[in-house]
């Protein structure tokens, strides 16, 4: 059975910066993309940034770009996200999820398996 567990959530200073980790269990997980989207009160779930098999390619979304940085250990089934200046609006329930594919990708239809989520309070 896959398993997603997010970690590192909490409630931050805008400006500040905070590190999600998700480790993955199950199957072999170094075969497959891999990607966090979030859910803001009020909105549906977005993308915000994916990362394929080898960890050599990435996208984010517009709204991250140069601020929020994904990156995957296979030895150790962990994906990351590094999130800096962070800002009022990238409060939300941030997702780990694993794709059924190997290519990085923003579609979450491309993603079989979720976490529970993990708060990200940004105070202004």
């Known amino acids: 059975q896959v398993q997603l567990v997010e970690s590192g959530g909490g409630l931050v200073q805008a400006g500040g910066s905070l590190r999600l980790s998700c480790t993955a269990s199950?199957?072999?997980?170094?075969?497959?993309?891999m990607g966090w989207f979030r859910q803001a009160p009020g909105k549906e779930r977005e993308f915000v940034a994916s990362i394929n098999w080898s960890g050599d390619r990435t996208s984010y979304a517009d709204s991250v770009k140069g601020r929020f940085t994904i990156s995957r250990d296979n030895p150790e089934n962990t994906i990351s996200l590094q999130m800096n200046s962070l800002k009022p609006e990238d409060t939300a329930v941030y997702y780990c999820?694993?794709?059924?594919?190997?290519?990085?990708?923003?579609?979450?239809?491309?993603?079989?398996?979720w976490g529970q989520g993990t708060q990200v309070t940004v105070s202004s």
């Open positions: 999820a694993e794709a059924w594919l190997a290519t990085a990708s923003l579609q979450e239809t491309d993603y079989a398996y």
């Open positions: 199950g199957r072999t997980h170094s075969s497959y993309a």
